[in-house]
T-cell receptor, first 114, second 109 residues
């Protein structure tokens, strides 16, 4: 595997379900990000982990819970979601020391909440 | 709240034409990035600019960062169908990134 991978690619879940999204980066980076991309809205930064510590939260609802066990893996735990949470969830990674913090994105998980 | 605008929102052109899309911010940022995103995929980084007035070229794509580091343009020469996609600009301040809404480009053969 190369780059940034995300699983699953597609997920349909009910509002009472609990599920998790997984992201893995194979680039040796030390920062990872979760973004939400909804139709007709710009990408929204949800969480940032730098050196495995959460740096930004951006007022995300508590029904989204991130976990970063090491610098290569990032999870987004989902519970009691709402239909408006349906979106493309993108993971990205970057190297903190590099100028400009270039981000490399995964293919995303298309989430549908029914 | 930082506002980042991109124009035009949609652009449909014929193969071989030239085009320019724009990214404008209400604030100064330390870096700016351009990405292209295809349907069902994540954004792919095209370029990063950090210096006001900087110009970078990537084959047929020319990127310019404004002197005041609040605006940028992307010029494509002789567009090809493979250039079709959503072009996103992102302004960064440390690890906090703000993305624009994007310009959706369609290049018709």
């Amino acid at each position: 595997e190369t780059g940034v991978t995300q699983t699953p690619r597609h997920l349909v879940m009910g509002m009472t379900n609990k599920k998790s999204l997984k992201c893995e980066q194979h680039l040796g980076h030390n920062a990872m990000y979760w973004y939400k991309q909804s139709a007709k809205k710009p990408l929204e930064l949800m969480f940032v982990y730098s050196l495995e510590e959460r740096v930004e939260n951006n007022s995300v609802p508590s029904r989204f819970s991130p976990e970063c066990p090491n610098s290569s893996h990032l999870f987004l735990h989902l519970h009691t979601l709402q239909p408006e949470d349906s979106a493309l969830y993108l993971c990205a990674s970057s190297q903190v020391q590099r100028e400009g913090y270039e981000q490399y994105f995964g293919p995303g998980t298309r989430l549908t909440v029914t | 709240t930082q506002l980042l605008e991109q124009s035009p929102q949609f652009l449909s052109i014929q193969e071989g034409e030239n085009l320019t899309v724009y990214c404008n911010s209400s604030s100064v940022f330390s870096s700016l990035q351009w990405y292209r995103q295809e349907p069902g995929e994540g954004p792919v980084l095209l370029v990063t600019v950090v210096t006001g007035g900087e110009v970078k070229k990537l084959k047929r794509l020319t990127f310019q960062f404004g002197d005041a580091r609040k605006d940028s343009s992307l010029h494509i020469t002789a567009a090809q169908p493979g250039d079709t996609g959503l072009y996103l600009c992102a302004l960064g301040e440390g690890q906090n990134f703000v993305f624009g809404p994007g310009t959706r480009l369609s290049v018709l053969p």
